[in-house]
T-cell receptor, first 113, second 110 residues
């Protein structure tokens, strides 16, 4: 158990819909990272927040957005969903930023029908 | 462009045999390097990491990795594989953001 929690574990929705994935980092960690894992794209970094502020951006689509709240939990919002958005979405957290070790949550499996 | 390459998509070894998983990175400067393992349906667990210093790094579960600057490599090794090591292994590098290799799926034969 990494100490990072993600909800929900599974999510099934339809194309065009909007969903929110939630992540609670390990106690004391200030950074939260979001990743997407799919069969064709592999594991891709989406975005990082550090202490409430966006810190780094990866291959995140404009239809996706995220935020980190004052209690340091984070939400990833996916809108206008397409079939290709079906994937495992991981959240990770670390104490600081950059070279710090990241601890991964169990992931949310999103299925878009 | 910065990238991490794992040349082997799938490797099969017999239980008790030795294992080496390859990882190469392409960065201007040496990044921080990691190996993660992912069991089916699970998140990623850190096996070991290299920041600087001794180029042979010991990790959990009997794994080790050797950093070779001249070859831009960070290969993962284990002297004797156990059936429970069957999983997907990811090499990753951090410069500004973390980039993962495509992963190597390890199958262990009895």
């Amino acid at each position: 158990d990494s100490g990072v929690t993600q909800t929900p574990k599974h999510l099934i929705t339809a194309t065009g819909q909007r969903v929110t994935l939630r992540c609670s980092p390990r106690s004391g960690d200030l950074s939260v990272y979001w990743y997407q894992q799919s069969l064709d794209q592999g594991l891709q970094f989406l975005i990082q927040y550090y202490n409430g502020e966006e810190r780094a951006k990866g291959n995140i689509l404009e239809r996706f957005s995220a935020q980190q709240f004052p209690d340091l939990h984070s939400e990833l919002n996916l809108s206008s969903l397409e079939l290709g958005d079906s994937a495992l979405y991981f959240c990770a957290s670390s104490v600081g930023t950059g070279d710090n070790e990241q601890f991964f949550g169990p992931g949310t499996r999103l299925t878009v029908l | 462009a910065q990238s991490v390459t794992q040349p082997d998509i799938h490797i099969t070894v017999s239980e008790g045999a030795s294992l080496e998983l390859r990882c190469n990175y392409s960065y201007g400067a040496t990044p921080y390097l990691f190996w993660y393992v992912q069991s089916p349906g699970q998140g990623l667990q850190l096996l070991l990491k290299y920041f600087s210093g001794d180029t042979l790094v010991q990790g959990i579960k009997g794994f080790e990795a050797e950093f070779k600057r001249s070859q831009s490599s960070f290969n993962l090794r284990k002297p004797s594989v156990h059936w429970s090591d069957a999983a997907e292994y990811f090499c990753a590098a951090v410069n500004n953001d973390m980039r993962f290799g495509a992963g190597t799926r390890l199958t262990v034969k009895p």
